[in-house]
Nanobody, 128 residues
Framework: QVQLVESGGGLVQAGGSLSLSCAAS????????MAWFRHAPGREREFVAA????????YYADSVKGRFTISRDNAKYMIYLQMNNLKLEDTAIYFC?????????????????????WGQGTQVTVSS
């Protein structure tokens, strides 16, 4: 069992930065692929980024590649998402998610159906 709590969302101007955090609890955390998804009004939930259990591989949606960075600290049970050069279209509720797997490829890890644990989400709003 893994419990996830996101924090760090807020209001930021376009071009600015935000850092999201996800605190995880549960003894299986270190063995799980972790990811960030987002859900904007009127759109389906979409994959943002994923990181394998040991942090040796990361995957990004094309829309955030080069601007967002996912990282994890297994000793602290934390997942992070550094978001730079934010755009209006990044406005969404951001969710932290844990998979049952420890590794995988982009096609597999970008599907929300492969994640069994979800946080409650944190709102990110980018203004012009």
């Amino acid at each position: 069992q893994v419990q996830l709590v996101e924090s760090g969302g807020g209001l930021v101007q376009a071009g600015g930065s935000l850092s999201l955090s996800c605190a995880a609890s549960g003894r299986t955390f270190a063995g799980n692929v972790m990811a960030w998804f987002r859900h904007a009004p009127g759109r389906e939930r979409e994959f943002v980024a994923a990181i394998t259990s040991r942090g040796d591989s990361t995957y990004y949606a094309d829309s955030v590649k080069g601007r967002f960075t996912i990282s994890r600290d297994n000793a602290k049970y934390m997942i992070y998402l550094q978001m730079n050069n934010l755009k209006l279209e990044d406005t969404a509720i951001y969710f932290c998610a844990a998979s049952f797997l420890s590794t995988g490829n982009y096609d597999y890890l970008s599907r929300d159906t492969n994640y069994g644990y979800w946080g409650q989400g944190t709102q990110v709003t980018v203004s012009s």
